[in-house]
């Protein structure tokens, strides 16, 4: 079972029980209430979208009436418990989601009846100023007899066929990586998913990590992006089914050399890969330790091979890992690109925006003292501007990924509904040294 069950027995100083099944296992419960699922008359192809009125026909879109949008939701009234969410008006969710009525803070910021899996943001634009307000930490690493596990980090998900996917790169005490999936109907049913490792399909082997999880629509594919350390794709035609996913295959022959010239002494050349496509072209981002961030490019019609020569898209001191790109609906601007960032506060996350794939970042939020999101740290005071659910359980705010209105290689979000799965680190364990004791935690956005 996974540690500090945010759903689980927890203590009253840090959250009130659960209103009728104190201490008791939780139940799944169907996320279609009243308000709509994430599935819809015929939805079955994952080329016809997660739903919609038109199934397996392609021309049903990413989403359709009913489908992965809020709109016709994730959850419905109700969601994934009932009005009033996890605790009584003034808890945890409360009636307005994650914190009380009408929000995380203040009324009116972070809504959604349905509990914490039906929390939606109200707040809109892509700006130069974020709040959040996070949970306590839903997904903790979970040992089995073949995995000693430690942390669990860089998390990538996808909601198809009402279920959230998560995929997530866990660490074992002696710092080796693995990547695990686990699927669940909501938030309140993460903390006792069922854990499937990849290393356990012979296909896929182990030591692989930092995953990212998609549908490609003109292959009707599912493609999983890993590194080890070179960048690779597995792919599956049923997302559910763990074991199908084929052995990873490099994108690349050899190390580009722009890579190892920029890699330093001693230093990762590349890490934390990242796809995105547009109409035409489909573009592959990563970073190095030493403030790098690279792209290459390859046509829709080649993916997933043909990329050439990477580039320097820009570098800066204070850029790390995790580079993550969303093409942004409903905003002022087309892209968002989220980076993690190292400050005296601990781990942090910046933002940039772009007109393009191939064209120029702008900063957003992209520093420690405006962050695109960071946990306040007691030893730096600087920095924070993360409401926290109950105890402040990290002061760090390590890569994840944001929640996608679609699951397809658009990799597009709600810029009305932005919700970040994080990974945090906890400042009160023993472990003083890699690998650190990461967990997952839930963001949503307050401002």
């Not at 496509?277 to 592959?284: H, V």
Request: charged share 10%; hydrophobic share 35%; with cysteine.
């Amino acid at each position: 079972m996974r540690a500090e069950k945010y759903f689980g027995c927890l203590a009253a100083a840090t959250l009130a029980m659960l209103a009728s099944a104190a201490c008791a296992p939780i139940v799944r419960r169907d996320i279609s209430s009243a308000g709509g699922g994430a599935s819809g008359g015929g939805g079955g192809d994952p080329s016809g979208g997660v739903t919609g009125t038109g199934g397996g026909d392609p021309s049903g879109g990413v989403t359709g009436t009913g489908g992965g949008d809020p709109s016709g939701g994730v959850t419905g009234t109700g969601g994934a418990t009932d009005t009033g969410g996890v605790t009584d008006t003034g808890g945890v969710t409360g009636t307005g989601g994650v914190t009380g009525t009408g929000g995380v803070t203040t009324t009116g910021t972070t809504t959604g009846v349905g509990g914490l899996g039906g929390t939606t943001s109200t707040v809109c634009g892509v700006n130069t100023s974020y709040g959040w307000a996070s949970t306590p930490s839903l997904m903790d690493p979970v040992s089995d007899g073949s995995h000693s596990l430690v942390g669990i980090k860089a998390p990538s998900l996808v909601f198809y066929n009402s279920k959230y996917h998560v995929f997530a790169t866990v660490l074992n005490t002696a710092g080796t990586p693995t990547i695990e999936h686990i699927q669940f109907a909501d938030w309140p049913n993460a903390t006792s998913a069922t854990v499937e490792y990849l290393d356990n399909t012979k296909a896929f082997g182990s030591g692989r990590s930092q995953p990212q999880i998609f549908y490609f629509n003109a292959k009707k594919t599912w493609y999983l992006i890993s590194q080890g350390p070179a960048p690779a794709y597995s792919t599956n035609a049923d997302l559910g089914m763990t074991a199908n996913w084929t052995a990873p295959t490099n994108f690349y022959a050899s190390t580009p050399t722009i890579v190892t010239q920029n890699a330093g002494s001693g230093g990762i050349g590349w890490t934390d890969f990242w796809i995105i496509c547009d109409a035409t072209n489909c573009f592959m981002f990563f970073t190095n330790q030493k403030g790098y961030l690279f792209r290459s490019q390859t046509s829709a019609a080649n993916f997933p091979s043909g990329f050439g020569d990477p580039v320097v898209v820009m570098q800066s001191s204070y850029l790390v890992q995790g580079g993550r790109i969303y093409k942004v609906s409903g905003g002022s601007i087309a892209y968002l690109m989220l980076i993690e960032g190292t400050g005296s506060g601990g781990a942090y996350i910046g933002a940039w925006s772009a007109t393009a794939l191939d064209g120029k970042w702008t900063a957003l939020a992209e520093t420690e003292a405006n962050p695109f999101a960071h946990a306040t740290s007691t030893a730096s005071g600087s920095g924070g501007n993360i409401t926290f659910a109950g105890t402040v359980w990290t002061w760090d705010v390590g890569h994840g990924e944001l929640v996608r209105s679609t699951y397809d290689e658009t990799m597009t979000v709600d810029n009305c509904n932005m919700r970040y799965l994080y990974a945090g680190k906890d400042h009160f364990a023993a472990a003083k040294a890699e690998p650190y004791p990461w967990k997952l935690g839930l963001l949503v956005r307050s401002k």
